[in-house]
């Protein structure tokens, strides 16, 4: 016989001694034997109640309980199958969602930077508060690395598509400009070769990928020269298959930094960088020492560019820079953090739904149990018993649904993560972790307490007087019904809440995307071409390049016109003869500068609204703006005439407007267009890289193999790449709208889906007055036959 059984017969015995014993004496006081039995019961109070109070102080007790009221759970949602998968699907959408949204919380904000002490990475730049953008340049690097003593490593970096060149084939991957203390840094190790460092000239290191993909995985190109944007470069290192480049890149907006596919040493040094020159513009991060704060480290930089100020003040202008430094990891989310905890905010709405919607199933269930309380009460269930039970209860079916939600927030993941990095920085890292788990457990725990609670409650209240009677009506039927109307009114409030913001963040994208006349982008081919090497170092080849491959686009069948723009560059609008606008009005008055071929308005459908066009080859300096700088920098006056002011090298002093163009988003979608410049490109300076664009009147993708082509014939060495349509362009510049309101659609249209079930929950529920089950089925039954026996 077992210790436990031991001593459950042990207080079998003991309470029967006790009785037996005041039956004796109430015999002794001359009772006839039944009345004195009855009578020595009544002193005695329940004994069912006085054992299990007994077993409650046992260690195991409350284990015994636990277990026990689970099993009669697992009994209940056999019986009633259809109950359990109706509560569990609801439960594995509201838990599965806010999984899969806190798993992305996880790998974005919470997970650290997967480098050597992350907490030590700062971000050091500038701001430019005139232009609303963060620039260090050169200068400031070199300043800032020989100066500041709250550093063990300081990093520059920048990065651009670069052409290299391998026997027959040629590529333009991204590659990355980093100084030597990158290295240890990252804390990476090379998996053949060696790591450079800033002694170092024209080498390079490859990663993996671009080790298989371009070289494929030989060994026997470490130490080898390839050509890389015409300089003659040896191949020194590979790095491991894992290696990631996860540093921020805000120069480039739309670049992903995992495109990553090569490293070569950075030419930022003291005498490259002198200031007041046009110099590098570069990202730094920098690694404190250990002890050092943050708040020292940011003393210590404002003190270093409070010098530079003093000492340089004749040469620059540092009143519109503003010193920032913060934590790499809060630069690389950006305003992903707040977005995200929004999102965060927006699908515990949904969980709630569910657990309002529950409780209301559990509460029409409730109907027919309540017979059913009062009798396991009557028969020595405390009122704290019967809530443990139910309470119980909620928990299984919560953390059933919790293992379903599992398996819905793995598909949702899978769904997520095809928004790339371009939506929300790390997105890739987004996995179930022990992390992730353990919030599926918690809210599976709460979820279950909460939908729980609201039924016990009920129960626990009942009459159980009444509830005993033949016939008898219960007294807290007015309850129940305020519970369910108060569930049913925050189901709703809940999934108005959730519909509204989908449906403003709906009505912002179908803005956004809303196209003036003539705009087709989905029929418009767009490209990248970068000149490099020798042959292409002078103007005149460069110009001959692209008049060639412009000429020969247009003769493509289906291509009804071809252009290209080059040189992007933004800066301070200064009309003739009007002052430099003051630091304060720098923002206001400044634009975009495009050299654009005379084609380029044709493919993009832009509409002249005033002047005339302008053509490849003006006899005299001409521009064409477009109507934001005329509503912006001219209030609305005609600009015909007018000239403007030029600041850049190797263009003349001014240039007349000659007409007026639309506005068109070719860039940005969810920005609006800046004033905009326009030059004819034979009579502008431009640096041989440029944005190709191809108009076709079929399918593009049709067309992209001819396009491919007549590039490599022109010249194998240069290539075309980057080529996709504008309409898939565009679309990643929104891709963080996109991505939050795919998840806030998907939010509101759950709750959609939850909320009307309440109504339906009656027919769902067995009535009131359908037959209770047998009090044989009860565990109480082998204590009530002790009791008999007494």
């Not at 949602?77 to 919380?105: D, E, K, Q």
């Not at 359908?770 to 565990?779: F, I, N, Q």
Request: proline share 7%.
């Amino acid at each position: 016989m077992s210790l436990r059984r031991r001593m459950e017969d042990d207080i079998d015995r003991d309470i029967r001694d006790h009785i037996d014993m005041e039956t004796r004496e109430n015999i002794e006081r001359g009772m006839a034997p039944p009345e004195a039995r009855a009578a020595a019961l009544r002193k005695f109070g329940n004994p069912l109640r006085i054992a299990e109070e007994t077993r409650a102080v046992w260690r195991s007790g409350w284990i015994e309980g636990l277990l026990q009221d689970v099993r009669y759970a697992l009994r209940g949602l056999r019986r009633n199958p259809l109950f359990g998968a109706v509560v569990i699907l609801t439960l594995a959408l509201g838990i599965g969602l806010n999984t899969a949204v806190f798993s992305v919380v996880n790998a974005v904000l919470i997970e650290p930077l997967a480098y050597p002490h992350p907490e030590r990475l700062l971000w050091l730049t500038n701001y430019n508060k005139a232009f609303k953008v963060e620039i260090a340049g050169g200068p400031d690097f070199v300043d800032w690395r020989a100066q500041a003593q709250s550093f063990d490593k300081m990093f520059c970096y920048e990065y651009d598509n670069e052409t290299i060149t391998f026997g027959n084939t040629t590529d333009q991957p991204m590659v990355a400009e980093v100084s030597g203390d990158f290295w240890p840094v990252a804390g990476v190790k090379p998996a053949a070769g060696r790591l450079f460092t800033d002694g170092d000239g024209d080498v390079i290191v490859l990663t993996y990928s671009l080790f298989q993909r371009r070289f494929g995985a030989d060994p026997a190109v470490i130490g080898k020269t390839i050509i890389v944007d015409g300089h003659p470069t040896t191949v020194v290192g590979v790095l491991p298959p894992g290696f990631r480049f996860l540093f921020p890149t805000p120069s480039r907006a739309n670049i992903d930094p995992t495109e990553i596919e090569a490293y070569v040493p950075t030419d930022i040094t003291p005498a490259t960088q002198v200031r007041g020159r046009s110099n590098a513009i570069v990202n730094v991060v920098a690694r404190l020492k250990p002890g050092v704060s943050l708040r020292q480290a940011r003393g210590e930089m404002e003190a270093i560019q409070a010098r530079i100020v003093k000492q340089y003040s004749n040469v620059l202008n540092f009143s519109h820079l503003e010193l920032r430094v913060v934590p790499v990891q809060e630069q690389l989310v950006g305003s992903a953090r707040p977005a995200l905890l929004i999102l965060l905010g927006a699908v515990t709405f949904v969980l709630l739904i569910a657990c309002a919607n529950i409780a209301g199933l559990l509460l029409a269930r409730a109907s027919s149990r309540r017979r059913e309380v009062a009798i396991r009460t009557a028969i020595g269930a405390g009122r704290l018993r019967m809530i443990a039970q139910f309470l119980t209860e909620g928990l299984v079916l919560a953390l059933a649904g919790g293992v379903a939600g599992l398996l819905v927030a793995r598909w949702a993941i899978t769904l997520l993560t095809g928004f790339g990095p371009k939506a929300v920085p790390r997105l890739e890292g987004v996995a179930i972790d022990g992390r992730v788990l353990a919030f599926t457990v918690l809210i599976s725990i709460v979820s279950g307490l909460l939908f729980g609670l609201g039924p016990a409650i009920s129960l626990a209240r009942a009459n159980l007087h009444n509830e005993l009677k033949e016939g008898g009506k219960a007294t807290s039927g007015a309850l129940r019904l305020r519970l369910r109307s108060m569930l049913v009114a925050g189901e709703l409030a809940a999934a108005l809440v959730l519909i509204t913001g989908a449906g403003l963040m709906v009505k912002s994208l179908w803005r956004m995307n809303a196209r003036p006349p003539g705009f087709n982008p989905e029929s418009i081919l767009v490209m990248k071409a970068s000149l490099t090497g020798p042959a292409y170092r002078d103007r005149p080849a460069q110009i001959a390049y692209f008049e060639e491959a412009l000429n020969r686009f247009e003769r493509i069948p289906g291509v009804v016109a071809a252009g290209a723009v080059f040189s992007p560059m933004r800066g301070v609008i200064q009309l003739e003869g009007a002052p430099f606008p003051p630091p304060n009005l720098v923002g206001a008055q400044r634009g975009t500068y495009y050299s654009v071929s005379s084609g380029y308005f044709r493919v993009m459908g832009v509409r002249l609204l005033q002047g005339r066009w302008m053509t490849d080859n003006e006899p005299s300096e001409v521009m064409m703006v477009n109507e934001t700088f005329v509503r912006r920098i001219l209030g609305g006056a005609s600009p015909l005439g007018k000239s403007i002011h030029l600041q850049f090298p190797q263009r003349p002093p001014t240039a007349a407007i000659v007409g007026v163009v639309s506005d068109v988003k070719y860039s940005k979608l969810d920005a609006e267009p800046d004033p905009e410049v326009y030059f004819p490109y034979l009579r502008s300076f431009f640096n041989g890289a440029s944005d190709i664009v191809v108009r076709v009147s079929g399918d593009p993708s049709l067309t992209a193999p001819a396009v491919r082509k007549l590039i490599a014939g022109i010249d194998p060495s240069q290539v075309a790449f980057d080529m996709e349509t504008l309409e898939s362009s565009l679309a990643r510049t929104i891709a963080p709208r996109r991505f939050n309101l795919f998840l806030l659609g998907t939010f509101a249209g759950s709750a959609l889906l939850l909320a009307p079930s309440e109504s339906t929950e009656r027919c769902r529920m067995p009535s009131r007055n359908a037959p209770t089950r047998s009090a044989s089925e009860w565990r109480w039954a082998p204590a009530r036959e002790k009791l008999s026996a007494w």
